[in-house]
């Protein structure tokens, strides 16, 4: 006798109570046979009242009842009848009602038929009643089977043949056990006792897989119900079964679907979501996994639409995930970033050049292609076991991203079309993620390369300071931020030190960053106080939020940032600093000593707070002291307060004399492993002061004889520095910037010459306006001086003083000069 393999479903085996089936058995003339319960409850006849009589003439109505008998005909030829019916109730009332007829077959040909009876729009609910009933409704095959009291076979109908494969003849007479594995037919057994003990109705769900298709698992619901004679005394158990195979695998693919969008992708790294996916699917779906990804796609590198379709030619693949049930076997085949080199005739070289997934539901290892083209890799996987295997490309819009590869070898079921899809689902999640991590790193990198262009490439303070500094990007997660520095030398020796911050990150803070810094340069040439410097950057920030607003975003966005600005004069050792929300800088003296300026905050750029003005701060600092400025990046961390973080870096600057190269490495080394939520940048100076012979200054009186003074005063300090081939330019210029002195100001002024790695002229007088360089016409007898300035300086400008203007001029020196 042929067996059926029987397994209980994990998630709803168990037996539960459902409402009662209307059912009724009658016996080939009609006569009704067995009542139940459920049809007392319906039609309000009991069983006394119907058994023993034609079901007809008691529930049909007189007309109806009087074609019975062509009717009984009809369901004979066919084989069985479903539809609408009116049927009479006990109280006189008529309802609509729903019957399906089947025909059930016991030993020696007899016949019998089993009536359902469902009131419409008062259908049953419950998930394995509604599946009944939605076989009653649509036709579908229903396997029915009645048992008697010793829980034998003695009625069955041809659907239930259809279900498990066993023919009708070799059931009769006998029970489950006889032909049913012993632990499922004893399950079965106890529902059908408990039914006929308490005259209830169960259910009871299954999967097996039947003789005639091994290799297809099917999932069945079975409902039973006890059948009553006359005086309601149990004459058997009937049982219902209903093929929910569909149903399953449709519950549990969104489930494990709803699961795998969970685990698989939960970071924009690809490697890591090719790991997830190889560990989500073993053993859920198969023994081993493996996922390989085009080797620009591990890179983070979107691979061309074109790539890997040319015959031939299959492209490079890394491995970027492994699972395994078995720890042995992945030593065998398989090592994780491990390049890969398809053969182009093969079967992963087709299904990276077709987008086409591969069954094979028995992997020939001994004479098929993989010997061939592979057979040192053929070998380990003979060696593994795996006696099945899928292929799923990882496609995301036009272009394949790599293959998933699942094995089966400890489960004998070979893989089925239906785990092909199954396995094609996952993957498309997968490939979503990876797609998405994609154009995320496309991003960052796009924003990345536009920061770092951006970021000035090489720092160098002059004679002023000496500069290092360190920049490091968020992490994946949150992107790249818009921190930015820069080190500006402004005339007269002095140099300005910005470190900046612009809220958001991406591509947009990127490059609002480089509008900002390109404003701040701009505003440093016009040699503006710190506090005014940032007021004039408030406006413009506030500019680019009016002009890049759009009326027709219902969120437009605004620039924001915080910035802090320093300016240090090398021949006075005077430092003049303000900050607009930024962190404060820290000053490290020469001994080590830690300290923090009092500088007032500020407001943040943007914000519209323009009545509150900026404050500046200027400090006296020593020779060697060190300035950091930094982003409240190096600072913050979620585990501990802003103290904390300043306290820790300071403690790291705090070794007078380190290299300051070695110094921010350092600092950085004191951020955790792994890549910051925030940008982190820092820049270190650490201050130089001129020697009292590279300055020379002096006062002149307001008159004409002031001029000839000038000339003779710069031409001999010019002499006694060994600069005596700049003499008669010097002249020519001190000339002319003397004159305009004494010709604008009402008070003395006064001339100071520096030498540094260039040689700068200043003169300062009372007049608050700056000069502007005239075009005169032919016949006009002044306003050449600034042109002639102009034509014999390197560069030249002016800038605000606390009692009026400075005016000064640039020339080049000489290597020796410089470095005398």
């Known amino acids: 006798m042929p067996k059926t393999l029987h397994m209980p479903l994990l998630d709803f085996a168990s037996p ?50 009087l074609g019975i008998a062509s009717f009984a005909g009809e369901t004979r030829a066919h084989g069985g009848w479903c539809g609408s019916v009116p049927v009479r109730h006990r109280d006189g009332r008529t309802l609509d009602m729903t019957l399906r007829i089947s025909p059930l077959w016991g030993q020696g040909g007899r016949t019998r038929w089993l009536v359902s009876v469902t009131e419409s729009g008062a259908l049953p609910t419950g998930p394995m009643s509604e599946a009944v009933r939605e076989s009653l409704l649509a036709r579908t095959p229903i396997g029915i089977a009645v048992h008697d009291l010793q829980l034998r076979c003695t009625w069955v109908n041809d659907d239930m043949e259809h279900h498990d494969g066993i023919p009708r003849d070799r059931r009769f007479g006998h029970r489950l056990t006889e032909f049913l594995p012993a632990f499922e037919a004893e399950a079965l057994e106890v529902v059908m006792r408990q039914v006929l003990e308490c005259d209830t109705t169960m259910i009871h769900e299954y999967r ?110 890394r491995r970027a995930g492994l699972a395994s049930i078995a720890r042995d076997v992945l030593r065998l085949p398989w090592a994780r970033e491990e390049v890969i080199r398809p053969f182009p005739t093969s079967l992963f070289a087709t299904a990276l050049r077709t987008g086409t997934s591969y069954l094979e539901s028995v992997l020939d290892t001994d004479s098929g292609p993989w ?44 893989f089925q079309e239906e785990d ?53 990007p968020a992490d994946m997660a949150h992107g790249v931020g818009g921190d930015w520095f820069d080190v500006i030398e402004l005339s007269g020796a002095r140099v300005a030190l910005v470190v900046g911050d612009v809220v958001g990150h991406g591509i947009n803070a990127a490059a609002t960053m ?127 307060d802003l103290d904390v973080g300043m306290n820790r870096l300071g403690a790291t600057l705090a070794q007078p004399g380190s290299p300051l190269e070695e110094l921010c490495s350092q600092v950085i080394n004191t951020l955790p492993p792994q890549s910051p939520p925030d940008d982190v940048t820092l ?53 002319e910037l003397v004159t305009n002195a004494v010709r604008h100001g009402d008070g003395p002024s006064r001339i100071r010459l520096i030498r540094h790695h ?22 006009d007898e002044s306003g050449r001086g600034l042109y002639l300035v102009a034509q014999l300086s390197r560069r030249w400008g002016s800038r605000s003083a606390a009692d009026g203007k400075v005016v000064w001029a640039e020339q080049d020196l000489p290597a020796s000069a410089v470095a005398a």
């Not at 006849?45 to 009589?53: K, L, M």
């Not at 260039?758 to 016409?777: K, Q």
Request: glycine share 6%; aromatic share 4%.
């Open 371 to 414: 010997v061939q083209h592979d057979p040192v890799r053929t070998q380990k996987m003979r060696e593994s076991g795996v006696h099945s295997l899928m292929v799923v490309p990882i496609r995301a819009r036009r272009s394949v991203l790599g293959l998933a590869l699942f094995g089966r070898s400890k489960v004998e079921k070979p």
């Open 16 to 65: 539960r109570e459902t409402p009662d089936a209307a059912m009724a058995m009658l016996d080939a003339q009609g006569t009704v046979v067995g009542w139940t319960q459920a049809a007392q409850h319906l039609v309000g006849y009991s069983a006394a009242e119907v058994v023993g009589r034609s079901g007809a003439h008691v529930m049909l109505s007189p007309e109806h009842a």
């Open 208 to 317: 097996a897989w039947p003789p005639t298709v091994r290799r297809r698992e099917r999932a069945f619901s079975s409902s039973f119900f006890c059948l009553q004679d006359a005086d309601g005394t149990p004459l058997g158990v009937c049982s219902m079964t209903v093929d929910v195979t569909g149903n399953r695998q449709a519950r549990e693919r969104l489930a494990i679907l709803s699961e795998a969008s969970t685990r698989i992708g939960s970071t924009l790294d690809v490697m890591q979501t090719g790991q997830e996916l190889a560990e989500f699917a073993v053993p859920l779906l198969a023994d081993h996994a493996l996922v390989d990804l085009v080797e620009s796609v591990s890179h983070g590198v979107e691979p061309s639409p074109r790539a890997g379709t040319t015959p031939g030619r299959p492209p490079l693949l």
């Open 514 to 640: 480089g509008r900002l810094r390109t404003a701040v340069r701009t505003l440093a040439d016009l040699d503006l106080p710190p506090d005014e410097l940032l007021a004039r950057l408030d406006d413009t920030v506030r500019r680019l939020n009016d002009e890049d607003g759009d009326i027709s975003d219902p969120v437009p966005a605004e620039v924001g940032a915080t910035c802090l600005y320093a300016v240090y004069d090398p021949a006075t050792r005077q430092c003049i600093m303000a900050r607009a929300g930024h962190p404060p800088p820290l000053i490290i003296d020469p001994t080590g000593r830690v300290t923090m300026p009092d500088l007032p905050a500020g407001a943040p750029l943007g914000l519209g707070l323009g009545l509150v003005p900026f404050e500046s701060v200027e400090l006296e600092l020593l020779e060697g002291s060190l300035l950091a400025f930094y982003s409240d990046g190096l600072i913050e961390s979620r585990d501990h």
């Open 420 to 472: 092909l899809l199954l396995a094609e689902e996952l993957v498309n999640r997968a490939a979503l993620c990876l797609d998405n991590a994609l154009q995320y790193a496309r991003e960052r990198t796009a924003a990345l390369t536009l920061q770092r262009d951006l970021l000035p490439h090489h720092v160098q303070g002059g004679a002023a300071v000496e500069v290092a500094s360190r920049y490091v």
């Open 683 to 735: 820049l270190l100076a650490r201050t130089r002061a001129l020697e009292p012979a590279q300055v020379a200054s002096w006062e002149l009186p307001n008159e004409p004889a002031a001029v000839p003074t000038a000339r003779h005063l710069v031409s001999r300090q010019l002499k006694e520095w060994g600069l005596e081939h700049l003499v008669t330019k010097m002249e020519l210029i001190v000339s």
């Open 758 to 779: 260039l040689l700068t002229c200043e003169v300062s007088d009372s007049h608050t306006g700056h000069p502007r360089p005239r075009h005169p016409r032919n016949l």
